[in-house]
């Protein structure tokens, strides 16, 4: 079949995009032909629909006037015949594109459960509707799950969300990450989904140490017996990066026990190493990441951002050598994912692919959809409060987690024991190949 993987950015690091490439591999391996549509294509390529870029003009403003501030637009009718009026653009360009590349089946992520784009949502159940393509629907987050949608300023944005995030139609059936999720959809909609949870290529080998990242900890000033602490997802409020911050914090209380000693690579920590708390990913929110610098300097964490020297794929700008989130990681001692809330998490498994330590807050899905393959962790709870914005979990939690987490430093063999365990685990059950089987049932595709 010709499938269509559609989304409104591919190519980048964020999450969706990342999980798209796999399903295109394992779609691939099942004798499918797969493109791209998107609003932008980042380093891959794709059909473009302009009007479906994640940061269309227009939709900024429709999104701000929908679900922060009406301020832009005399009357709402104003609006909503703008919304309208983009939809049938986006639509218009979607058809073209199906008929061009006789598509059997379009995988819209995100475009209709999000809210995002309230034009691309009933552009696609449109397009849906009159071309007669089938649609599977792959969800990996719900404008229910998300306070930015949850208080629309306008009326006719709530029978918006209602009739197309998701449309309930024959022709569309609903893939989702995690079983909260299906729960919810069906409680919801009456909608039966599939679960298919995020995988990764084992097969790929993106995670070494070559020449054209050997010296990327000393382009960026790092010492041999510094420590690294990577944070790669981006920096949005409900990754809750002040965790880290804390956790970081609590390791350089420890330093003592660290001064002097053989790290678990070969390198000495002295006493004037440093401890490095690194952001790979993008901010995507200014006021939160000024408050996380603000965070860190009070806690005395040394931050240092190097989501500028990164990209989907590896590249030369302007004389300086970009790297891949992979090369990143290659640098680092340890991963942080404190998220209170994931669809899913692909850092937390991109860290379990790279054998990497991490430090885990126990997000929802994490203890319905992960926990049950009894990774090595080390845990900061599942709980927590706001304090000052931030989230909070138990100081006493924290000690506990930075005492767990220098074993991990200090101790090679204990080290590869633990994530040598995990990434046999992974392997295992969240693989492409594992994926290319999922996929198979939920298109009837009896190939593989």
Not at 281 to 293: F, T, V
Request: with cysteine.
């Amino acid at each position: 079949m010709n499938i269509a993987l559609c989304h409104f950015r591919v190519g980048e690091t964020d999450g969706v995009s990342l999980e798209m490439d796999k399903w295109k591999i394992a779609l691939e391996q099942l004798g499918h032909k797969v493109i791209y549509i998107a609003g932008s294509a980042g380093n891959c390529e794709a059909e473009i629909i302009p009007d479906l870029h994640y940061q269309h003009p227009v939709n900024n403003r429709i999104v701000e006037n929908v679900y922060q501030n009406f301020m832009s637009y005399s009357f709402e009718k104003s609006l909503k015949s703008e919304i309208f009026s983009l939809a049938e653009s986006i639509e218009r360009d979607l058809i073209n594109l199906i008929e061009k590349n006789n598509i059997d089946v379009i995988v819209p992520n995100n475009i209709l459960s999000l809210g995002w784009g309230l034009s691309a949502g009933i552009a696609f159940t449109k397009a849906i509707q009159k071309t007669g393509v089938r649609a599977l629907c792959h969800h990996h987050d719900f404008h229910w799950e998300r306070d930015l949608y949850s208080n629309p300023k306008v009326g006719f944005a709530t029978d918006l969300l209602k009739e197309y995030f998701p449309p309930v139609n024959e022709r569309i059936s609903h893939v989702c990450i995690n079983h909260i999720a299906k729960e919810e959809l069906k409680v919801r909609y009456g909608v039966e989904a599939d679960v298919v949870p995020n995988v990764f290529d084992f097969q790929d080998e993106l995670i070494v140490v070559d020449d054209y990242n050997r010296n990327l900890r000393k382009e960026l000033e790092i010492n041999p017996g510094d420590l690294v602490f990577m944070q790669a997802t981006r920096v949005v409020e409900r990754k809750a990066i002040e965790l880290a911050i804390d956790f970081v914090s609590e390791i350089g209380k420890q330093k003592e026990n660290l001064v002097n000693k053989r790290l678990y690579r070969g390198d000495k920590f002295e006493s004037d190493s440093e401890i490095y708390l690194v952001f790979a990913g993008k901010n995507e929110s200014a006021d939160y990441y000024q408050k996380l610098i603000d965070y860190a300097e009070q806690k005395g964490v040394k931050v240092l951002d190097i989501s500028e020297r990164l990209s989907h794929k590896r590249s030369f700008k302007s004389g300086t050598n970009i790297y891949s989130l992979w090369d990143a990681y290659s640098i680092a001692d340890m991963i942080t994912y404190p998220s209170i809330l994931e669809g899913w998490g692909n850092q937390f498994l991109e860290a379990i692919v790279a054998k990497l330590p991490v430090v885990v807050y126990k997000y929802p899905v994490y203890l319905t959809d992960i926990e049950r393959f009894n990774f090595n962790i080390i845990s900061l709870g599942s709980e927590h409060i706001l304090q000052d914005g931030l989230v909070k979990v138990e100081d006493r939690i924290v000690k506990i987690a930075a005492d767990e987490a220098i074993p991990y430093l200090l101790d090679s063999d204990y080290r590869k024991a633990k994530v040598n365990f995990n990434y046999k685990i992974a392997s295992e059950q969240l693989s492409v190949n594992s994926l290319r089987e999922m996929l198979s049932k939920v298109l009837g595709d009896e190939r593989n």
